[in-house]
């Protein structure tokens, strides 16, 4: 009997710590999920903020700035910096496979373009130097390269950074969007398939042209990528990284002042958010904000207006918003264009950027501002107000 009583009260005592457990887990997935109706990146002596990643899980959002990365709390108060960019540092996105934050980087002067992958986790005083704190390493991205160097009039010469030029294949200015999705060729809506890093196009702007009116995505499988990584380029750019991509695929927006600014996928839809300059072209609307349906699978058709008719991996926008019927456009006008990250729950973090003077020096500053996507015309985001959770 009381070996029976003794079995009953562990039984009991059991079920209570499990309980107790299921309330803790859901205290804690609770104050996850409930997020600040702001968070600030603060002010620095540098370029202006292009991007935005967060990592909910540990608590810290990071913001680039041209030449700078910076990484803070969620209540906004600076963590740790690492300077030593003398590239272009674009959009980031953080990947939840290693605990990093990968980022675009440019180096259009020596003709390179990487991906710079971040070990956030050392991370931990303001200062550290890109080049010599082992902190960030990169991978050469060749399909970049000769998209961007395309010697598209022939005339046998590289005219270089510039949008008044034939050259650069589909008005390639180098890379800048990036975010982790699903394989496109796989439909994102059913999340079949692998995580792979999507990378976009920065597309100069030139009205002259036709062939550059696709916003154009890269995606990279890069569980192996360990293979390529070298430290940040200095005197002498490498060119270790993937021979091939793992998919390229266009989307027909009209053309935009340097392309993707923020890319950004949204899990809870499978649709792709691209938050642009807007465009100058008359024969289109010009939205700040497309979106590409994850519903459809990519299909297979012209690459509209090329000098020589290409075939692509074609994916349509989503057929809500706004809508330009002479060019079958749809999109909205919206923020996004300094940084843009999707929780996967209906809200998402926009980015304000600003300046402010200190001491007579001026700096750049940030401000990821949270909202709710409504899908509105012809905004598609409001404010939350005092955060919420759940997407309240």
């Not at 970049?144 to 030029?165: C, H």
């Not at 459809?296 to 090329?306: F, I, L, M, N």
């Not at 991996?313 to 002479?326: D, K, N, Q, T």
Request: glycine share 12%.
């Amino acid at each position: 009997m009381r070996t029976f009583a003794r079995g009953v009260l562990t039984v009991l005592a059991a079920g209570a710590l499990v309980a107790q457990g299921a309330v803790a887990a859901e205290a804690e997935g609770t104050k996850a999920r409930r997020l600040p109706a702001e968070i600030k990146g603060g002010a620095w002596k540098a370029g202006h903020v292009q991007g935005v990643a967060i990592d909910r899980r540990k608590g810290f959002m990071y913001f680039s700035f041209t030449n700078l990365l910076v990484k803070t709390d969620l209540r906004g108060n600076t963590v740790g910096s690492v300077s030593g960019f003398t590239g272009h540092l674009g959009d980031l996105d953080f990947n939840t496979k290693d605990g990093r934050v990968y980022g675009s980087l440019e180096y259009k002067a020596a003709k390179a373009f990487y991906i710079a992958i971040v070990d956030v986790d050392r991370i931990d005083r303001v200062g550290m130097d890109a080049r010599t704190s082992d902190v960030v390493s990169t991978v050469h991205l060749q399909e970049v390269v000769d998209d961007y160097t395309a010697d598209m009039n022939g005339d046998g010469k590289f005219d270089g950074d510039t949008a008044n030029t034939p050259d650069h294949r589909y008005g390639c200015s180098g890379i800048d969007g990036v975010t982790f999705g699903p394989e496109l060729d796989r439909g994102s809506r059913t999340k079949r398939g692998k995580q792979v890093l999507t990378v976009a196009y920065g597309i100069y702007s030139n009205v002259k042209r036709q062939d550059n009116d696709h916003q154009v995505l890269l995606q990279y499988d890069v569980r192996k990528w360990h293979r390529y990584e070298r430290p940040l380029p200095e005197s002498a750019p490498h060119t270790s990284g993937p021979p091939d991509v793992d998919g390229k695929f266009f989307v027909r927006t009209g053309n935009t002042r340097y392309g993707v600014q923020n890319l950004e996928y949204d899990e809870r839809t499978g649709n792709w958010l691209m938050a642009v300059y807007k465009g100058a072209k008359p024969q289109f609307p010009n939205y700040s904000l497309f979106v590409a349906d994850g519903s459809k699978r990519p299909e297979t058709g012209p690459v509209t207006g090329q000098p020589t008719p290409e075939r692509g991996e074609l994916l349509p926008l989503l057929r809500a918003g706004l809508h330009h019927e002479a060019s079958d456009t749809y999109g909205w006008e919206s923020g996004g264009q300094y940084g843009l990250v999707s929780l996967d729950d209906g809200r998402y973090y926009l980015v304000e950027a600003g300046t402010v003077v200190e001491d007579g020096v001026t700096k750049q500053t940030a401000r990821a501002v949270l909202h709710r996507w409504t899908g509105q015309p012809p905004t598609p985001f409001t404010k939350v107000a005092g955060g919420g959770a759940d997407g309240s």
